[in-house]
Structure formats: C-alpha cells, structure tokens
C-alpha cells in the first residue's frame, strides 16, 4: 500500500566539498537520521555530493525518483560555492525572487552588528523561489526553504549544524508534522543514562540477566549501546500508531532494565550529568564550588552550560599550577612536597579550600595526570584524585582513566560531577 | 581526455542501516576523503545505504557507472545483517569459495581468542569472490576485498573504523598506488586561519581586490570559506603531479590573499587560537592567568587542550558570582554596584585581579550577558566586556555577540583569546 502507516522514506543529501574533501566529519545526517526517524519519517538513502550543479541536480532528481521528502544540507550561504538554492529553484522552475520581508530582516540583523549597508554577498540570502515557503533560521541568516513538486516535498537547509537543527527544532518540524499527519508511526525512544561502567560490562550484566533478549524487548523494540567518553546510555526504540502502546511497552523494558543498570545510572532531561548535578543541589538548597587542575574548566563550563546555572553554582579556581593552589586554595607545602600535586591529601585540601575560598556548602576537586607528559611507574598517565567536601566531612576518590588526554580530562570531569551527585544526591549522605 | 592527470575520482559507498538512523556517525567517510585526496583520487560521491541487497546494488551500479574507483565500506562482518560480499559477488557474477588459507587463518584466530571450532557464523569470513584480491586486516577477521570489472576496481572494507584504516594503511594504499601508477595527482591543501570577522566579510574583501578570483588563484586551485563559531578558516587547494609546483601554486595564492586578511589572521599548527597564544606567550616568556565569567572555564579549558601549555598558563579564577569576583578578585562593591557586573571596570578590575592574585604576567576577564535571562535595553544579551592586564596597562574591549547561550560563550572566550594575543603578540606592545 502506497500511503500505508510507516512506508514513508526520507532522501537526505548532504552538498559540500569539504564533506567529500574529508575536513568536515558530516554529523548533521547523523542528527537528521535520529530526528527524522523520530518523526515516522526514516532516513532510506543519503547522497553526499560536491558544490557543483550537475551533482546537485543528478542527487535532486534521484531522490525525488524514489521519494515523498527530500533534505538538503549546505550549500545556502552567501559566498561563490554556495550554489544549493539557484541550482534547485532553476531545476524545478521556480525563479528566485527577493523577497521584501527578508531583506529588511537582514538589514537590521547586518545593523545590529555594526554595518551600515548589508554586504552585497549577503544579499542573495533574501532570494526566495517562488511560491516557496520559508522556514525561519533564529541563529544565522540562510533561511531554510521548503518547495513542493511532483508530490514530493523538497526541503533546502542551511549546513551549520545549529543552525540546521535550530529550523528542524522549529518551522521545519511543525511543517513535516503536518505535510504528512496520520501517515506517521513515529519511533519512540526511551534512555537509559549510565556512567562509570562501560559498554561491555554492561552488556555482560544485561545477558547475564536476559540470555534472550525478547524477554525484556516487546515485540518490534530495539535497544542500542550509545557510548562517548562520559558514559553509556542505552537507547530503547519502537514504532507505534499508538502512542500510549509505545509507552506501556517502553515502560514495561525499562522496568526489566532498571534494577540491572541502577549502580551507574543517573535522570537527567538533556542526557547530561551536570544537569542531574544541578537539580540536586537545587533540591537540598546547596551551592557548589569547583577546584580544577587537570581539568582546568571543564566541570565548570559543563555546569554553566545549563542557563540558570549561577543560583547553584558560584564558580571557583582553575589551580593549574602548584603557586594557584597554594595562593588561592591554601594547599600546603608540605602536602605538595609529601604525596605531590596528585595525591588525595592535595585533593581535599582544595575542596576544602575553595569551599571555604568563596563561602559555598560544597566543594569540589579534580587533580590528575592527563598526559601525554608527566607519568611515571607509581603515578601513571590517567591517575585523578577526586575530593568532595561538604559539612559532613571530605569523600575521596582516585581513579585510573584509560585514553589520551581529551579522554582523560573528559572522564575525570564526568567522575568529578558523579562524586558531587553521589555526595549531595541523597539526603541520607549529609549530616 | 579520459585517462588524463587529475581526472581520477572516486566512488564511496558506506553500507550500514545504523549510519541511517543516526545512531552512528560516519567518521569513516571523511577520513577516507582526505586518504583518497591525499593520494589524488578525490572522493566525488558519496552513498549510504541500508543493508539490503536491492539498495546496494543499485548504489555500486551507480558508482561504477561514474567512476574507476568504487569503496564500499561496512556490511563484512559476520552476523545475518552483514550482506555486502555475497551481493557484489553475485552482483558481478564472481561466485563465492571458500579460502582454504583463509579458512586455516581464521580458525588460528578464534583459537588463540581461546575458542576450540570457529563459530560457524565466522566461517563465512573465509569465502572469497572467484578471482579477488585479498587485502590483509591486521586487527579484525573480515579483510578487504579488490575486484576489476568493466575497467573498475571495486574494494569492499569492513567498516569497523580501525580496521579499515588499517587496510588503507597497507594492501589497499599499495593496490592504489600501483592501479593508478601515472595518473595520480595528489591534492595539497594550505590553510589561513582568521577570527573576529563574518565569512560574508572576508568574501567581500577579498572580492573587492580581486573581482576574478583566477587573480589569485592559480589554475586548477580552489579556495573554502570553511566557518565556526571561533573563526572562519580560508582553504586553498591544488592537485598537481608535482609537490613542489603545488607549493610554489600556494605560495603564490597565500601571498595574494596574505595583505586582504592580516587584520583578522592568526597562525597555529592545530587551528586553535589558543595554540597561537601559548606560543606568543612562550616567546614574550609571559604567564597567564584567566578569569572568567559567563564562559566559566572555557578559555581555560581550551587553553590546556594543547600538552605543555603549563609552563605559560597558570591557572585562573572562575567568578560566576559576584561573591566569587569580589572575595578572590578585589573586585569592588562600588564597581559592581555603579556599573553592575557586565562593566569595563569590573572587567578591569578582574583582569588585575586575577594576575595578582595567583603572580602572572598578563591577566585576562570576560563578564558579560550569555542569556537567555539577563539582558535589558542598555545591556542585551550578547553583551560582553574583555579587558587584559600587563605591565603595559590595562586594554578593554566590548563586544555585541549575536547566537545563542553557547554562541555567545564560544564567541567571548575566542574574543578574549584574540585580545590577549594582540596585547602579547607584538613585542612592541610590552613596555
């Protein structure tokens, strides 16, 4: 059946030199490919194609061949090599045309930034196809375009990732939603957020506990491993006409699930530790300090991330260099000469003390060897002292991450927020 | 002419229904794009497919329709989902037979992973195409496969990424290099780093001196804006037969555009601004302290991304609250209470602050309006006050950022960045 439920088939193409040049990975198909199957609208076959009109055209009329949804990525901005609009517009015969509205909303934008005329290049960002509709872009000034021809629906998108994703966030999806109601089964997920276990022990503990996998996973689920540097969230999928069916089934998995994955698991709404962190202090009224060396920033970057951040979170010292711990944090002499700058008299000494430093409930330090220098046979590269202190007393921590640098500093922060959460997460742990 | 130099293009295939759904990104991709180019096959097309054998037939039909080189990558492991062997053997009419050699290496294999028989699920790992040149995996049990058919040379990968760049590394690199012996013409690359100016801009500047871009570039060169939150990179690129006519080429095309993007360039092995730092820090031997606020930790962060940056950067001060700026800042009640946090003299302030507090050199501070909350009429969100301090002074900057929370952040801390290297950068700026 041609319209059935779920045979809808989505054709994305990708245009850019510098994707086929290799000094650009293409992580917005990815992101499309999870959003679009999201919305009932699976990704069938991606074309990836270079700036030129012929490729554009071929790819175009390829996909429409064989498909009601066309996505194309890049090719919309204002210099020479962005030819995606004038290639398609020409192709479909639909004449570009400058649209009044945009220019003056350019205008102002190019005026907020200090230039009294819009730049000449910019210009051709206010040229609309005809009859197409324009999908609004609130972080840059390539709009995205929808057209219809031939009873498919061609989508144009800038290829800044944000700005791609912030349409689809926005105009794009409500348009999709609509363009193709009661012809959608959407794919519903459900995560699983966990950290400090990895993937294959994970995978062991679930086997061990469901040699077959159908008894956890109702009929038409599927589970992926997702992992990265900060830990592993499971992903749990199934289509469904019926919301309400796809959530008993969701539920009944992660019922199943919970138990097994609880040691290492953590809620959070964005998938981010730091966001569990926040809310936990939230909820016991606790502010937070952060003492940083190898990590440098990081742990309070990631917190501050999350807008409304500062009623938790205060700030603190990047003590990079042993002269800033001692300055600003009050480590002593004799701890640096004694067990070194990693040591876990040096790590409570700087939870303490930037505690104390700018007057927060709680603070927390991270001291490590990220490498590639600075190893030796009793301190190997990856080796983080973690403290936490709070009133009740100081929590310690050492752990010996695996990787190069990037890896180390990324887990020992992700360590360092679940060493704060475990802290002030449970009223039971504070005195 | 056909089998002329430069002519040579490439055909990807990337196989897997998990680079569709987006639960993978295809890094393979991008990192065969830039082997390929390197070694003067540029990549011209890409598909990805599902793992069905209609739909990769149809892709390797279309890629060797349009070119002498096909890859396709994924779909050679050993599970029922891993169909790309037994299609394109049929496919070409070359039946699949076991490998004896093969066959005894693999068992070899699982013996030493501790199994007594291979799993039969493995076996198949041992058929070959009838007339198929094996390429040896150093690091997994499906190696690469090479085919000649109709003046094409088809290669089948695994798409386990470590895998396959390792038989790129070596069967496959030297297959390559032997087929198309002669007609290789291998693409070099130069970048020009710049920031603090929009692509549009740079386009038009450039534009504006050479109204033909065949002024600067020479024949067979192309030249990318390739734009980011942090700066917009320019990337020119040449194939020619031999390396040093492609230097002299860039050479040329640099010290054309060298005079147009001075004002905005910056030069760093990596890319990163912050890299450039570090260096004209090392050469001024100068250290460096950062505070930080509505980045909160991202200067510093990205300073100690590159090894080694100890010896110049200190450390610094996260001053998220005004608490914060005050206790470890010296920052005054009488600043934040005339001009509020986001100020030139609280900025001032925290500059000085930072760099006597922990002993530095130069002292860097950023405060300023991330959003979403926090903007007014005087002061909107995008708002951001720098200020550097060395022996030579004080310097300050403000700044209206456009984009979001993470735009405006990303966008501050490389401003920030860019002021330190102009206070430092130039000997004839210390005093």
Redesign the interface.
């Known amino acids: 059946m041609a319209s059935g439920l779920g045979d809808l088939r989505t054709v994305v193409i990708s245009v850019g ?11 917005n ?7 679009l ?1 999201a919305l009932g609208l ?9 700036d030129d009109a012929d ?1 554009i055209r071929a790819a175009v009329a390829a996909g429409m061949s064989c498909s009601e949804l066309v996505l194309v990525t890049g090719g919309l ?5 962005d030819i995606t609009r004038g290639t398609v517009s020409e192709m479909l015969g639909l004449p570009l045309k400058v649209d009044p509205g945009r220019l003056l909303q350019l205008q102002e ?1 190019f005026r ?2 200090g230039y009294d005329v819009l ?4 210009r051709s960002q206010a040229e609309i196809p005809e009859g197409a509709c324009v999908l609004d872009n609130p ?1 840059g ?1 390539a709009p995205g375009l929808a057209m219809e021809s031939d009873g498919v629906l061609l989508v144009l998108l800038p290829g ?1 990732p ?1 700005e791609m994703r912030a349409i689809f966030g926005g105009d794009l999806g409500a348009l999709l939603r609509d363009r193709f109601s009661g012809r959608l089964a959407p794919v519903v997920h459900r995560m699983l957020h966990t950290t400090g276990v990895p993937e294959s022990k994970l995978a062991e503990v679930i086997r061990a506990a469901f040699p077959d996998p159908a008894a956890y996973l109702g009929d038409g689920m599927s589970m ?1 491993f ?1 992992p990265d540097l900060r830990g592993v969230d499971l ?1 749990l999928s199934v289509a469904h006409a019926s919301a309400g069916e796809a959530e008993s089934a969701l539920n009944r998995a992660e019922s199943a699930l919970a138990p097994l994955v609880a040691p290492w698991r953590f809620d959070s709404e964005s998938g981010d530790l730091a966001e569990a962190v926040l809310v936990a202090l939230r909820r016991g009224r606790n502010t937070l ?2 003492a ?1 060396s ?8 990631r ?3 999350h ?4 009623d938790v ?9 042993n ?2 711990k001692q ?2 944090l009050g480590v002593t002499t004799v701890a640096l000469e004694s067990g070194g700058a990693v040591s876990e008299v040096v790590a409570q000494q700087m939870a303490l003390g930037v505690r104390e ?3 927060a409930d709680v603070g927390v330090a991270i001291t490590g060897i990220a ?3 600075g190893g030796s046979q009793e301190k190997p590269i990856g080796t983080v002292w973690l403290a936490v202190s709070t009133d009740g007393g100081v929590r310690t921590e050492c752990v010996l991450f695996t990787g190069d ?2 890896a180390v ?1 990324e887990r020992a922060a992700q360590a360092a927020l679940s060493l704060v959460l475990a802290s002030v997460g449970h009223p039971s742990s504070r005195h």
Chains 1, 2 share one sequence.
């Open positions: 030199n510098e994707l086929l040049f290799g000094s650009t990975v293409d992580t198909s990815a992101w499309l490919g999870r959003e199957a699976p990704v069938s076959r991606r074309y990836t194609v270079r490729e901005g204002p210099t020479h090599d934008r907020q930034r730049p000449e290049a910019n972080l000034t800044v944000r992926a997702l992903r300090a952060v940083e190898c990590t440098a920033g990081i742990v309070s970057t917190l501050t991330e807008a409304g951040s500062s979170f205060v700030g603190g010292v990047v003590a990079y260099s002269g800033v300055a600003l430093a700018v007057g490498g590639p220098g640098r990037e500093r």
